[in-house]
């Protein structure tokens, strides 16, 4: 199975001793960050609703991003985001062969870099998938990845013979995806936490984006194949709710941690 997760906005730029590979997108990348280089200073923080230290920075970022990167500039890309998901995900702590069958299996989406393997060599970026950045494709990102990401998606599945897609990315990002062009069975988990006050289970955004990272890593460090077999999900307390679970959308449940 292919399991995709979202990038995240923070990024741990710290030096890895790992060989990285070249992104699919890579010229699509260079090319939106041109267009990104355009923007004026005000309108590049208000196309992500930045601070202005934050768009100084990443006006800089966009300002340096070069065509053809060097070690020293990139990271390797489930390295270098540092969010809720990747806490979950832990990447830094896969084996050599953990990483070698997540670089087949694990895809991020992303708003520049369209789709990433793990050890795809990013340059440090902002770009949120839901940015209404104009281009000549359309009004935003959705419109100018369309069937891009689904195809690549497709592409991906067929050379490791599955036939499932894992979603574990958020909305934003998932939604860049389209659901025609995708010849895939997409399962997307569920993970809810429970009060115990009678209300029933909820989902809260932080805990939920640690379990998809840890979601991806369940499928990862478990060579996972079969759609059934994320249901053995039980990774920080969760466990599958059969009565409240659809096929394509289990849910899994644990108490609401006290700490």
């Known amino acids: 199975m292919l399991v995709v997760i979202s990038p995240a906005k923070r990024l741990d730029w710290a030096e890895r001793d790992v060989t990285t590979t070249q992104p699919d997108f890579q010229d699509d990348a260079v090319r939106l960050a041109k267009t990104a280089r355009n923007l004026t200073l005000g309108k590049l923080k208000g196309l992500m609703d930045l601070s202005d230290d934050l768009a100084r920075l990443n006006r800089d970022r966009f300002n340096a991003f070069e065509t053809d990167p060097s070690d020293q500039t990139t990271r ?5 985001f540092a969010g809720d998901t990747y806490q979950g995900l ?12 997540a670089q087949e299996h694990l895809r991020i989406l992303s708003g520049l870099y369209g789709v990433l393997r793990p050890l ?32 690549a998606l497709n592409a991906q599945a067929e050379q490791v013979g599955t036939d499932v897609l894992v979603n574990c990315a958020s909305q934003e990002y998932f939604g860049a995806v389209a659901p025609k062009a995708l010849k895939l069975r997409v399962i997307t988990p569920q993970f809810m936490e429970d009060k115990g006050d009678g209300k029933g289970p909820k ?48 849910v899994f449940v644990r108490p609401y941690p006290s700490s």
Do not use: C, H
């Not at 990447?91 to 953990?98: G, H, I």
């Not at 890593?217 to 679970?245: H, K, M, P």
């Open 90 to 101: 832990e990447a830094d702590s896969l084996d050599a062969d953990e990483m070698a069958w």
């Open 120 to 151: 795809d060599a990013i340059q440090p970026y902002r770009l949120e998938m839901g940015s209404r950045l104009k281009t000549r494709r359309g009004a935003n990102l959705y419109d100018y990845w369309r069937d891009g990401l689904s195809k």
């Open 76 to 80: 390797p890309a489930a390295l270098a």
């Open 203 to 250: 989902i809260v955004s932080f805990f939920a984006k640690k379990a998809r990272g840890a979601m991806a890593r369940f499928i990862v460090q478990n060579r996972l194949t079969e759609a059934d077999a994320i249901l053995d999900f039980d990774i920080g307390g969760y466990a599958w709710q059969e009565a409240a679970s659809t096929p394509d959308k289990p």
